[in-house]
Every structure is written in structure tokens, then in C-alpha cells.
């Protein structure tokens, strides 16, 4: 929990975390079937994690659990995840909610998705597994 400041959690909101026995809850959102099972194996045992398949699910699963970080891809049918993101930011239920955007096709070039969308975080892929933690505020 002590990385927890990197993703812009002040200390009223890190004291607040819906923690499991296994750390923070993270929603995990892609619509790669591989991508969630590799995600959910390197997260294991640091938090809870609970995966929706796409935007629109993610939306109504994070509404309902309320997890304290959101791991979504950018791409994806439907409700994307710049979409999704600028959806949450504008729900006063989710307004402490962390959010992370992955994505394997950005460039880097023209405005950057954190921006666009209000996410507080974004991960290239492929990323490192040590990336993924420093980036969640996991740790080591």
C-alpha cells in the first residue's frame, strides 16, 4: 500500500481502499480471454481481482464492486476503454476509483491516451510484471 500514492491516492482514499485479505480490489477489463488470465495470474495473492470481458460489462461490474483500481485494455468491441474511463470519471460512485489504461497499439504520438480519457495511469503492452506492480502501487 505504500506505493499507493503514485497513482495520485491521498491518504483518505489509501486509509478507504476496499481491501480483500489479498490487497486492493482491481477490475480487470479486456477483451482478450488470455489477456485476463495472465493478469489475474500475476496479480494473485497481492489483490482481488474481478475481470468483465468488455466496456459495457466493466461499467456494470464496477458500479456493483466498486474496486479500487480499473485495469482496462483500450481497444475493444463495443464501449472502448477511453470510453470507459471518461464514463466512470463522470459517476460520482466511482470518483475515488483508480484507473489504468493498457493498450498495444498507441504510438505515443498526438495526445496521450491518459489525457484523452482521464485515466490516472497507462501501460503499454507487452508490459514487464514489475511494471504492472509499480504501476498498481503493488510493490515488488
Known sequence: MDKLPELG?????AQGLRRSPFGPVVLIVDDDDQIRSLLRRLLSGRCRCIEAADGTEGY????RETPDIILTDHEMPGLKGADLCRTIRGSPALAGTKI?????TFSGEGASPEKA????A???????PQEL???LGLGA
Open 60 to 63: 456494470a461490474l464496477a458500479l
Open 133 to 135: 506492480y509499480e504501476t
Open 117 to 120: 480519457s482521464g485515466c490516472d
Open 122 to 128: 497507462f501501460l503499454k503492452k507487452p508490459f514487464d
Open 100 to 104: 489504468i489504461l493498457m493498450s498495444g
Open 9 to 13: 491516492m491521498d491518504a483518505t482514499h
